[in-house]
């Protein structure tokens, strides 16, 4: 395991963390979950029936000792966790959608956090993100002054680490979302011991293509200039003027960016997809996440095509976020 995992793991053992894993029968989360409690880090909340979630333990051949596990059909907190729905969506909801509601395995994992039984979330496994995502931002909701949630991913080879976002949730981000997700991500950059200079995007550099497109980026910079002075942040760029010295003393021979940018953020979702998954394939990077960023408790989501040591992994980082 990687550097970052073990200064992750050193963070948030002894820590008495709790995370839920609502997917209880699915073979990877159970291996990781075995995994997590057998090495003493945090004490897995698996969503399930018992009989069954033992059942498939025993089939997979792993022990859920020091694992906990919750049936959304039948619990002792089911009454306080309804009334706490139906409060938390002020009037959107009765008490009858609400006990309808919480039999899905998300939303009841979900608001284990919101009402403080478990400190975060992993799903993904086998849910769409839409799955994970939704009761999220319906319960946890966003931080005060956060308009959206956005996914990043940091990017670990070897000695090197980056934080590649928006790529996972905001399909077109404006300049405002764009500005946000910059500060937030120098956040999550300094979670990872990784003293952040964000790059924001573009297909030009400081001015040499103007369109709307490249505009946008631009004001993004200054709107996150403004609300975050103290950040190290410049734009817009090209991918080599962030990224190579020598490129930089030409295209942003002024810039406070000398081409070691660390942070770098997609003008577009699509940019994003793109720029990470290319890294991951033909740049042999491991691509960590999509780690939500901006709620008020962590909710994380896994790719579907994930294996037990990316569930290990995301469930690190959602037990580092929750500290």
């Known amino acids: 395991m990687s550097n970052l995992f073990e200064t992750l793991k050193a963070k948030v053992t002894g820590k008495d963390l709790k995370i839920v894993f609502p997917e209880g029968q699915d073979e990877r989360i159970l291996q990781a979950a075995s995994r997590l409690a057998s090495d003493g880090i945090l004490t897995p909340v698996i969503i399930g029936n018992a009989g069954n979630v033992e059942a498939k333990a025993q089939e997979v051949n792993v022990s859920l000792e020091g694992c906990e596990i919750l049936d959304p059909a039948d619990n002792e907190f089911m009454d306080e966790l309804v009334q706490s729905f139906v409060d938390r969506r002020k009037g959107k909801a009765t008490e009858e959608d609400a006990k309808k509601i919480l039999l899905d395995e998300n939303y009841f994992g979900t608001m284990l956090v919101y009402t403080g039984k478990a400190h975060g979330l992993v799903s993904g496994a086998a849910h769409s993100t839409a799955d994970t995502v939704r009761p999220a931002l319906q319960i946890i909701k966003t931080k005060e002054g956060i308009r959206k949630t956005s996914g990043v991913f940091i990017m670990v080879r070897e000695g090197e680490k980056y934080v590649f976002a928006d790529c996972a949730i905001n399909i077109a981000p404006d300049s405002q979302d764009l500005a946000e997700i910059a500060i937030e991500s120098a956040k999550t950059a300094e979670m990872f011991d990784i003293d952040p200079r964000v790059a924001m995007l573009s297909f030009s550099t400081k001015g040499s293509a103007k369109s709307p497109e490249t505009e946008k980026v631009t004001e993004a910079v200054n709107i996150a200039k403004e609300k975050a002075p103290e950040l190290t942040l410049d734009g817009e760029f090209q991918f080599d003027a962030a990224f190579v010295p020598s490129v930089a003393s030409k295209k942003a021979p002024d810039s406070v960016l000398k081409g070691d940018a ?9 940019a994003g997809n793109i720029g990470y998954k290319i890294a991951q394939r ?19 989501d896994l790719s579907r095509g994930c294996n037990e040591e990316d569930v290990y992994k995301l469930a690190l980082i959602t037990a580092a976020q929750a500290l």
């Open 262 to 270: 660390n942070v770098f953020i997609f003008p577009s979702l699509e």
């Open 282 to 300: 033909l740049g042999n990077f491991e691509a960590v996440g999509p780690i939500l960023q901006g709620l008020n408790a962590p909710v994380n």
